[in-house]
């Protein structure tokens, strides 16, 4: 690819008027803990609630009178699509969008709303690569355009329109700047822009644990498909990096950090709770990595990229769960309980502390009628108490079995 700052700086002129201008808002939260001011890049407030639209819109609006009679398709998992249907509305362009199933209901919603009569949505798979791939199947049956979520210069230089934004905002680069990672078309196109024009900036690509194929692209030298991901976050859950995107990465370079998922779960529970941010997982991923993955120095300027802000109101019990169990705070036993009377408050009163907590109580099996094995779920007031709670544990008399997150095991019964 040949994109210069040059492109994303024509890209920002020709989205003038069609996308906001969105805020930098200061984290008044990290700024005292870090002692730099640490700033939001709100692209959650993007009339499509995320960047995507800068470079659907960028891309759709190069197209050729005979292009835009094809129509278009395109992958996603919902934020890109509905960048795409607000382009297709606006300039007139009929449009097939190509989701995942476990894309949330509010985003398919809202691409419905955008696009109104312009678009049609199509489920395909449980992951992005496996909607791209019917996406491209589709294109190559029926002509019609295919507009990336990522591996496309007009795209690429669409999205890099934030990174121009931001400095013009500040008058000045930051001096650190975090950018939320899927398939690197926003990073590859703030690494362009900052290399060429600001390259003193320090830029950190934040990818969650569960896929950072554009990591392991980089170790292997090539896009490298990974055997699964954790579509938790699903505006960034993509199993291979771009084609296109990998090389200006490399070209450029910049520091990674890697998030896992209940830790971006804890940091959208404090942006909702402390910050009144909506954030959906993807959008705060690059806030997460200031919490323990990032240093920055007093004095510094710091913007973290809230990339997006479309999440489901029926996901925050999931949210919470992984929150207090990345936290430490909530743990998962099988307890054999002797069919008699008393057991269960002998155990209230011998195991729990004072701050702790039943949350689940369940059993999984009646059939024994000397023991009733239970499913316990307790959430510790401290999580410093762990020790002490499985110090009583071992002396109550009780069978326990503590059941590991990692675990197939535990994923099923919880």
Known sequence: MTITASDIETAARRLEGVVRRTELTELRRLSEASGARVLLKREDLQPVRSYKLRGAHNLMSQLSEEERALG???????????????ACAQLGIRGRIFCPTTTPRQKRDRMRSLGGEWVELVFVGNTYDEAAAAAVAEAAVT???????????????GQATVAVEIVE????????LLVPV????????????LRERWPGTRVIGVEPVGAASMQAALWAGRPTQLESIDTFADGVAVSKAGENTLPIIQRYGCEWATVPEGQICSEMLDLYQID???AEPAGALAVAALRDQVEVSAGQTVVAIVSGGNNDVSRYAEIVERSLVFEGRKHYFLVSFPQEPGALRGFLDNVLGPEDDITL??????????????LVGIELGDPAT????MQRIEVCGLQVEKLDPASPFYRLMV
């Open 72 to 86: 278009v398709v395109c992958a996603s998992a919902g934020n890109h699509g509905q960048g795409v249907a607000h």
């Open 143 to 157: 002509g019609a355009v295919k507009v990336h979520a990522f591996d496309d210069e007009r795209t690429i230089a």
């Open 169 to 176: 905002q500040l008058g000045r680069a930051p001096d650190v």
């Open 182 to 193: 899927g398939g690197g078309g926003l990073l590859s196109g703030c690494l362009t822009y």
């Open 276 to 278: 009144g941010v909506i």
């Open 361 to 374: 109580f369940e059993y999984t099996k009646r059939s024994n009628r000397e023991q009733g094995p239970a």
């Open 386 to 389: 762990l020790d002490v709670l």
